[in-house]
């Protein structure tokens, strides 16, 4: 479905708009948060320094919150452009490929997550959430955030059950966790709804999450012209 340059044109501003908007708040806020972080240094007790665990810990925290902010903010300048717009406008993001943290359908085959981690980490691990939403397995994986392939075996080397799976990474330092957050992971949409001012976008597997909630989008593999 064509999208005319008038329409366009309008998207590209409200997200130039957007991005200005987040980076100017985000560096104050850096700032901000740097000035804190000195002052704690400088009148901390010098009895109990705060271990430098707890630095990259409120370091990755801030790091996390900036890159949230600079994707919902563009991301709602996409949903606010979907919103005002024609239904085929909408519709043209069903069969391509979403990035959330949704729950994905696990059908055997690898999953590849879009893990996390915090900065300073020196261990990693990936937790599994089954259908039901409990913890079903915990594996170490490498630190970083490059792709990894989640294989859904078991610690007694069966397959799990198929159903929708959803996943986690907890970053340690020196054994002490810094961070537990979801994981994201790239399903195709389906669907698409008008729920009330919103649209909502429903996942291969039956998840359903808003434009908001999307991080990214990607042509299905085999798809790509």
Known sequence: MDITNTQAAQTTSQIAASQSQASAVLSSDFETFLQMLTAQAKYQDPLEPISSSEYAAQLAQFSMVEQQVLSNDLLTALGAQMTSGNIGQIASWIGLEARTT????????????????????????????????????????????????????????????????????????????????????????????????????????????????????????????
Not at 117 to 137: K, M, Q, T
């Open 102 to 225: 949704a729950p994905v359908p696990f059908e055997g085959e690898p999953i590849t997550i879009l893990p996390t981690s915090a900065a300073g980490a020196d261990e990693v691990f990936l937790i599994a959430y089954g259908p039901d939403g409990e913890e079903v397995l915990r594996e170490q994986i490498p630190t970083g955030n490059e792709p990894f392939e989640w294989q859904g075996v078991a610690d007694d080397g069966s397959t799990l059950p198929s159903g929708n799976y959803s996943f986690a990474v907890e970053s340690r330092a020196t054994g002490q966790t810094l961070s537990t957050i979801p994981a994201e992971t790239y399903t195709r949409i389906t669907e698409a709804r008008r729920a009330g001012s919103e649209t909502a976008f429903v996942l291969s597997g039956g998840s359903i999450v808003f434009a908001s909630e999307i991080a990214g989008l990607r042509e299905a593999p085999g798809e790509i012209s």
